[in-house]
């Protein structure tokens, strides 16, 4: 009797990087797991018991995704430099590069999905809305300490600034017309300037 010899699995970070490219280019709807499969020398039946669902594929792809920016994140928040030069550096990273960004691209497909979402779904999701939200509050508060920034609440600018950089960041990944990636980070330099740096 021969043994067959078994192809190993890819890294599970392939599978995932394979997996952003492809909702990136084309849409989570277009994406089938037999082409992902494909793509990475495996079978839709090895993905499916490992993901369950596009869905699960899409969160966990997303979370791996946020995983890498908020290493990237940590680092820039814990070089030196002034407070204001690490919010500059946060604005960067939050603000998609530009249409069809693939991590952009991936938050429009969750929020899109979010409505009809598990419990356990929109609680992953609202943890990785949670570190971003803690890291600039943390931010805002060191900059007022030092006397950088004006006394605001740090909670509730770091949520009005959030939603603002949201905003903004979905119309640069959706390829609004008249809106890029620069226009956007001028907007939100004079929003800064004249609402949070001190006098």
């Known amino acids: 009797?021969?043994?067959?010899?078994?192809t190993p699995a890819p890294p599970r970070e392939d599978v995932l990087a394979a997996a952003m490219g492809m909702i990136a280019e084309r849409g989570l709807e277009k994406l089938?797991?037999?082409a992902?499969?494909?793509?990475?020398?495996?079978?839709?039946?090895?993905?499916?018991y490992y993901f369950r669902?596009?869905?699960e594929l899409l969160l966990r792809t997303l979370e791996w995704s946020e995983g890498r920016l908020g290493a990237e994140r940590g680092r820039l928040l814990a070089r030196p430099g002034t407070a204001r030069e690490r919010l500059d550096a946060y604005v960067d990273l939050y603000v998609p590069d530009?249409?069809?960004?693939?991590?952009?691209?991936?938050?429009l497909e969750v929020w899109n999905r979010s409505q009809n979402a598990?419990?356990?779904a929109r609680d992953r999701q609202a943890a990785i809305e949670g570190a971003w939200h803690r890291d600039l509050v943390a931010l805002l508060a060191e900059g007022i300490s030092r006397g950088e920034f004006r006394p605001v609440d740090p909670d509730r600018y770091a949520a009005r600034l959030r939603a603002l950089l949201d905003g903004f960041s979905?119309?640069?990944?959706?390829?609004?017309r008249g809106t890029d990636r620069a226009q956007v980070l001028a907007h939100v330099?004079?929003?800064l300037e004249q609402t949070l740096l001190a006098s």
């Open 1 to 6: 009797m021969t043994s067959r010899r078994r």
């Open 32 to 34: 089938t797991m037999a």
């Open 36 to 48: 992902l499969g494909r793509e990475v020398g495996m079978s839709s039946g090895h993905l499916l």
């Open 53 to 55: 669902s596009k869905d």
């Open 98 to 107: 530009g249409h069809r960004d693939p991590h952009w691209t991936l938050w």
């Open 118 to 120: 598990a419990d356990d």
């Open 170 to 176: 979905i119309h640069v990944a959706i390829g609004l």
């Open 189 to 191: 330099r004079e929003f």
